[in-house]
Each structure stands twice: as C-alpha cells, then as structure tokens.
T-cell receptor
C-alpha cells in the first residue's frame, strides 16, 4: 500500500504559468482534500471532495480549481500562478468526515 | 467559520516528563477533533482523535481530553522520548471543512 502519493515533489513556476498537482490514494477512501501549509499558519483547506463526483470549496479556494477524476485521484490546478501561492501543498484522504485524514508527502511549490 | 487557537507555539521538555498542548475552538457545531504529528519534510500523521460524544481517549502514552462546554481540547503526552520531537497540530471540524491550529513545536531533550 502506497497510501497517498503526490506528484511532483518540487516545482518552480513563473508568475502567470499554470500547472496541475496530482494526488492518488489506494485506500479506497471516499473523501479527498487539498491543503496548503505556510510557515506559522498551520494547514488551510483549499478544496475537498466528499465523494466521487462532488467537490466543494474550503477556506482558501481562490486561484485554484480541482477535479475528482475518479475515486482514487484528485487533482489541483493553478491556472495563473501568483507569488502568494508559494507554499507546500498536501493532499489527504479519509473514509468520511469523522475519520482522520491520511496525508501525502507534499509538493513544495515556488512561484517567482 | 471555525477558528482554532493552539498553545503554546513552542514547548521544550526533558525526556521522561509530560507535555500538554491546548487548543480552543469557536464553532460549537464542531464534532471531530484530530491531532497530527508532523516531522520535518513529511506530511502530517494522525496520532489520536476524539469525537464530540466522548470526553477522553487514551492510546498508550498519548491522551486527548475534550471539554465541549468550554470549547477546548488538549493533548497529553506522558513519558516523553526524543522521538516525540516534532510539530503537533490540533484540528476541529464539522463535516469535511477541517480547521487547524497553528502548531506546537515540541522538543524533547535527552
């Protein structure tokens, strides 16, 4: 079991470029999440997918889009990257809303 | 929306001592309270959780208490070991929208 995998591990973008962060889980979990982590601010929820076919905004959705491709995969897209989106991005999955999330190893994104 | 505050931001203890981290939340509807441990360069790892219908939960050296009336919950680590050194996050949620505290950096000195 790989758990939650994320690609890429590191990425450097120029302002205005676009990219997609990929996430996959092999635990047959229903729910998947994207968080960003900034120094001193804990983790903030960007978007989540409670179940296959649904997505909802979290605390900080502006500038991002998501796609729940199937039960295993949940991608995060930055259409026009900005320096304020420099952060570490974590994908997580859980069985339901009251089960602890399993986190991936993260993607460190720098926007110049 | 929910707001979670976590204290202290840093905590240093001697090996074998106990460590306590406290969190408060603002939304009385929150019903799930997990705690995560994050080591350098890794993703957070769930270490214990508690639901709103339970006041206390224990797992070996780790325990969590919840006071719904006061809207605060705490993590207790007994007999600390150097490998307990990490950043710990509390969180609170109602549904899928989970809010995290800012984290506590715990250092256990041998």
């Amino acid at each position: 079991n790989a758990g939650v995998t994320q690609t890429p591990k590191f990425q450097v973008l120029k302002t205005g470029q676009s990219m997609t962060l990929q996430c996959a889980q092999d635990m047959n979990h229903n729910s998947m999440y994207w968080y960003r982590q900034d120094p001193g601010m804990g983790l903030r929820l960007i978007y989540y997918s409670a179940s296959e076919g649904t997505t909802d905004k979290g605390e900080v959705p502006n500038g991002y889009n998501v796609s729940r491709l199937n039960k295993r995969e949940f991608s995060l897209r930055l259409e026009s990257a900005a320096p304020s989106q420099t952060s570490v991005y974590f994908c997580a999955s859980s069985e339901d809303a009251v089960s602890g999330g399993f986190f991936g190893p993260g993607t460190r994104l720098t926007v110049l | 929306g929910e707001n979670v505050e976590q204290h202290p931001s840093t905590l240093s203890v001697q090996e074998g001592d106990s460590a306590v981290i406290k969190c408060t939340y603002s939304d009385s509807a929150s019903n799930y309270f997990p705690w995560y441990k994050q080591e350098l360069g890794k993703g957070p790892q769930l270490i214990i959780d508690i639901r709103s219908n339970v006041g206390e939960k224990k797992d070996q050296r780790i325990a969590v208490t919840l006071n719904k009336t006061a809207k605060h919950f705490s993590l207790h680590i007994t007999e600390t070991q150097p490998e307990d050194s990490a950043v710990y996050f509390c969180a609170a949620s109602y549904g899928h929208d989970m809010r995290f505290g800012a984290g506590t950096r715990l250092t256990v000195k041998p």
